[in-house]
């Protein structure tokens, strides 16, 4: 079983359903429950201050699926940390699951860039290639 569950939030209905999965899978075993919401920022900032920016802007965009996420886990009796990062998904989620030393990743299937997926190549298929560590992937 594991000991340190990362849950990737997108706010997406497949997301929260792999966030159901995260939760009961940390109930049975006590492990810790973690969500990463990752904000990709279109442009280049030209200072840091601009990074701090687009930071607490993504900060408010994940908000509901945040408050939702610790919801849910608070109904299961399941403490759950939530981060919101910027950078680019992928390797955020790599470099962070490398970081804290997690020892399994739920994502869902389909997140909120579904048609872009289908066309351009999966992040969930990138992450079951390239992440460190084991990951249930929930359809």
Same mark, same amino acid.
């Not at 919801?71 to 940390?81: H, K, L």
């Given at each position: +079983?594991?000991?340190?569950?990362?849950? $990737?939030?997108?706010?997406?209905?497949?997301?929260?359903?792999?966030?159901?999965?995260?939760?009961? +899978?940390?109930?049975?075993?006590?492990?810790?429950?973690?969500?990463?919401?990752?904000?990709? @920022?279109?442009?280049?900032?030209?200072?840091?201050?601009?990074?701090?920016?687009?930071?607490?802007?993504?900060?408010?965009?994940?908000?509901?699926?945040?408050?939702?996420?610790?919801?849910?886990?608070?109904?299961?009796?399941?403490?759950?940390?939530?981060? @919101?990062?910027?950078?680019?998904?992928?390797?955020? @989620?790599?470099?962070? !699951?490398?970081?804290? $030393?997690?020892?399994?990743?739920? @994502?869902?299937?389909?997140?909120?860039?579904?048609?872009?997926?289908? !066309? +351009?190549?999966?992040?969930?298929?990138?992450? !079951?290639?390239?992440?460190?560590?084991?990951?249930?992937?929930?359809?």
């Amino acid at each position: +079983m594991p000991n340190k569950i990362l849950h $990737g939030l997108d706010g997406s209905e497949g997301s929260f359903k792999a966030l159901l999965a995260a939760i009961e +899978m940390a109930r049975l075993s006590g492990a810790e429950l973690h969500t990463i919401s990752v904000e990709e @920022i279109p442009r280049l900032a030209e200072t840091i201050g601009e990074v701090v920016e687009e930071k607490e802007v993504s900060n408010h965009r994940f908000r509901a699926a945040v408050f939702k996420a610790r919801e849910m886990a608070a109904q299961a009796g399941v403490e759950i940390r939530c981060h @919101i990062v910027v950078g680019h998904e992928i390797k955020s @989620i790599i470099e962070f !699951v490398k970081a804290h $030393g997690f020892d399994l990743l739920v @994502i869902g299937f389909m997140g909120h860039s579904a048609l872009y997926d289908r !066309v +351009m190549g999966s992040t969930c298929q990138s992450l !079951v290639r390239l992440v460190p560590c084991s990951v249930l992937v929930v359809k």
